[in-house]
């Protein structure tokens, strides 16, 4: 086929010649005796850009010259348009600030890597397929996070999971994690990207502190208040001791009440030095399904005089036997669910009123309740429940009571939520992280 004697329109089709033989006409090339020729050209049809690729196959005659050209054209526009969207996201999968890996769903072993996760992780492009996504984490995390990455497998997304890692030195992140099951190449795979919050989590512990000690600035009146108002009575005793000599009548009526105001002080300084003590758990994996039955147990039989002189009643309303594991302290929890327990037969009064816990959870949290149907709270009176000095009892309360127990229930990174209506009742709540890890048994560690 000469390119001279082709007609237009053939030409045209061809490769957009218009009839006139270009340079580097595949037809052309191959008639030189260039053998077999393979091209890529673009070109504007009917106003769309279209990608083609040409190729020519000299025909030769028994004596070896080339009598035909075949020509073979494939519009490869579709094929254009996804290798270029293809390498946008492996632009962006390659400069994102997240660590991303993608890994085998069965044996969970890595198969890439972006550039942040080699950093970060310390990958590489050589070992990164080697690695297993368990290997990120510390040895004692590793059962629990396989659990998750094996529900992940099967195609439960892990959304936003606080997850420790190691870095590329050895040293221990705090990350947040998510996932989801995708299709790599027609293959099933994991995609997890780890964002680092561990400086946030500094910034937060050091903000909480700084908060902290700016509360205990502005209780420095309040203390010199309430010491005050305690020591003017004390004083009067002496007062009264001193100008004569007291009868023993006069002694016995005044020893009870220096004994109570002393009381007071006492427990007033001892709520002072336990909201001003750093709170250092000593976290241990506990089943808080069996933990909370034990602790209402043993405080509805500790406070069993007072609830039946006032009419009240405890209601457990969960499953002991359900397994929801937390890491917390288990005796700074108790002294926190003491005084939300004691406000609660409080709040209920002489009358019959209920206090009820229970356990509330979704997918990564669960809640202990302790609610009651007692007087309650109007609006201002909630917004002010955590300031210092701040009491609905009068001179039986020092109004620290609900800031120790927010301090301890954050301090084992809890969260403690508080709500009320006026007539109704008011239901606290401490809600706990659960622990990474199967829900179905305890393994070693986990104690009840």
Known sequence: MDPAHMGKERCSVMCGANGTPCADCPVKLVREGQGMVHQERSESREGELRHLYVSAFPVRTPEGSVDEVMVMLQDLTDLETLRR???????????????????DPRSLKIVMANRQARSLLGLTLENGSRRNLLDLHPGAERAHMEERYRALAAGKPLENVEVEVLDAEGGELTCNACGALFDLDGADAVLIEFRDVTQVRRLQTELARADHLITLGTMNAGIAHEFKNRLAPLRAFAQLIAMRTPSEEKMQAYSPMIIQEVDRLTVLVKDILDYARPQNPKLETVNLAAFARELGEEYAREFRKLMEAEGVTCELEFE???????????????????????NGIEACGAGKGTIRVSLRRDDE??????????????????????????STKGPRG???????????????????KVESTAGVGTTASMVFPLRAGGMDAPDEEMAA
């Open 85 to 103: 969207s293809e390498a946008r996201y492996h632009l962006l999968f390659e400069r994102s600030t997240d660590a991303i890996v993608m890994a």
């Open 320 to 342: 002991d036997s359900e397994w929801l594991p937390v890491r917390v302290d288990k005796e700074q929890i108790r002294r926190a669910f003491l005084n939300l327990f004691k």
């Open 365 to 390: 949290t669960v809640g202990l309740h302790i609610a009651d149907s007692g007087c309650g709270m109007d609006a201002c009176t909630l917004e002010r429940i955590f300031d210092p000095f701040f």
């Open 398 to 416: 020092t109004g620290l009571g609900m800031c120790i127990v927010k301090s301890l229930v954050e301090a084992n990174r809890g969260a403690l």
